[in-house]
């Protein structure tokens, strides 16, 4: 049995993360920020599903200075829990937010430097750490504030938003998402600030979770014990956005890694919570599982034997059970078997081989249908996500191994390309653009012309 990683305590409003605290569950609102009523909703929806903390885009000041109505409206309305404000692309903005929010989240990935263009840039080592002083220079000001109004941060590192100065010296890789975080917390220790949460995410388990742990490493090397938010970014929806949240979450989870949690699924936010609840009760269980699991390996297949009271639990506990092992690559084979004669297992025989299939697609082993990596939305996201998922699902369903990217806004969406063959980013009110990998092949089209022109990219592409 694994023992939960120590961190360092992070107070957020009147929640604590990390030490001794239990894991903390949280979700995003998808509304509109300037919409104060519908945002107020949400975040009531979220946190009577068991919601601790309750995340919303700040796009810009508007935003920003809207959470001090939106956090009033909550609170005179009995919800305490603390508010987050996620902040892209413009630094003043944290610094408002700073003043009415419990939290901030910032990305280094696009706090300073500029918008990726995928270019390689060339650096002397001088002029490297010229860019790192331009970072300090307006992080200090931003940790000033924060200091102030006792304001905690989140400093949140995705796969698909690494700056181009990140990516053309260390490249795609852990070490580089790795560097792009530590190089913000060196200034956060520098100047004595210590509320601070630490998240990096891909939609990519794989890299999720060896990033992570490489991070850790890296943290500990530097004696730096900073509590840390999981997700797997992108996840999806249904089957598979549960699926492999629990294969990528869970494998750090059964670690002792993690200190809150996100499960980010392309569905309405309240409904991210319960997977994110039943993901840490299944902890101490799949934890035992991992190493039934890992005793059971023999010619390259895990064999899994377990039980469950319904599907969700069922896909949630096998995912968790053996995701560490399949990205490790202990085996590349699943066999799942029910304990005994379980009714449900009779009844639902048919889950055992579609479920090790989704496993193994999850952990990138074994491609079996069509992936499809799309985001959660948000007050950034301007078309109907969930709708377009369906129509999108509805007409490739049947490409056995294609991925595709359906992402609300530009903030990770050619990043994350990077690991889809095609991509579908919203790219303002009613205009989409259309992706080969990083690649914008299509800009500004209609909203009721996207998927339509999107099959016909994938249709001609297969032609040739």
């Known amino acids: 049995m694994s023992t939960r990683r120590i961190s360092s305590v992070c107070h957020v409003g009147q929640i604590a ?4 605290n239990p894991i903390r569950i949280q979700s995003m609102a998808t509304t509109d920020t300037n919409d104060t009523e519908a945002s107020v909703a949400q975040a009531k929806r979220i946190i009577d599903a068991g919601g601790e903390i309750v995340r919303f885009t700040t796009q810009g000041t508007r935003e920003a200075e809207n959470m001090k109505n939106i956090s009033a409206r909550l609170k005179a309305d009995g919800y305490t829990q603390p508010l987050v404000a996620d902040v892209h692309f413009t630094a003043h903005t944290a610094d408002i937010a700073a003043q ?6 910032i990305n280094p990935g696009n706090y300073v430097d500029p918008g990726r263009t995928f270019k390689h840039l060339e650096y002397t080592d001088e002029e490297y750490a010229a860019e790192l002083k331009k970072i300090e220079e307006k992080l ?20 698909g938003s690494l700056s181009d100065r990140i990516m053309s010296r260390y490249g795609d890789t852990p070490e580089g998402i790795v560097e792009s975080c530590m190089e ?5 220790r520098r100047e004595q600030f210590d509320d601070v949460v630490i998240s990096i995410k891909a939609s990519n388990t794989v890299v999720m979770v060896t990033t992570v742990r490489l991070l850790v490493k890296t943290m500990d090397a530097e004696d730096m014990h900073y509590p840390l938010h999981l997700g797997v970014t992108e996840a999806g929806e249904g089957e598979d956005g549960r699926i492999k949240s629990a294969v990528g979450i869970g494998a750090l989870l059964t670690e002792g890694i993690g200190d809150t949690i996100r499960v980010s699924l392309s569905e309405e936010p309240e409904c991210e919570i319960p997977v994110a609840r039943k993901l840490v009760e299944l902890i101490p269980e799949c934890t035992h599982l991992r190493a039934e699991a890992e005793a059971s ?4 297949t895990i064999t899994l034997t377990l039980d469950a009271p319904d599907q969700e639990t069922l896909q949630l ?3 968790m059970a053996v995701g560490a092992l399949l990205i490790d690559r202990k085996a590349t084979k699943l066999e799942l078997r029910p304990i005994g004669d379980s009714q449900f297992f009779t009844l639902h025989s048919s889950l055992f081989t579609s479920l090790a299939d989704s496993i193994l697609q999850a952990a990138r082993i074994k491609f079996t249908k069509t992936e499809y990596i799309s985001c959660p939305g948000c007050g950034r ?22 991925k595709i990217g359906i992402m609300g806004c530009i903030v990770n969406g050619p990043g994350e390309m990077a690991d889809a063959d095609y991509g579908y980013v919203g790219a303002g009110r009613g205009k989409i653009s259309l992706y080969r990998q990083k690649e914008c092949v299509l800009k500004n089209i209609p909203e009721e012309e996207a998927v339509d022109r999107l099959l016909e990219l994938i249709n001609n592409d297969q032609k040739q």
Do not use: W
């Open 184 to 188: 913000f917390l060196r200034i956060f």
């Open 17 to 20: 993360i990390g030490g001794d």
């Open 381 to 402: 996201t301007l078309y109907n996500l969930q709708d377009t998922i369906r129509r999108i699902k509805a007409a490739t369903s049947h490409l056995v191994g294609l």
């Open 297 to 300: 390996i023999k010619d390259d």
């Open 140 to 159: 200090v000001p931003f940790i000033n504030i924060c200091k102030e109004h006792h304001t905690a941060v989140r400093i949140g590192v995705n796969h």
């Open 317 to 319: 506990k096998a995912a």
């Open 100 to 105: 009415y929010c419990e939290k901030v989240r």
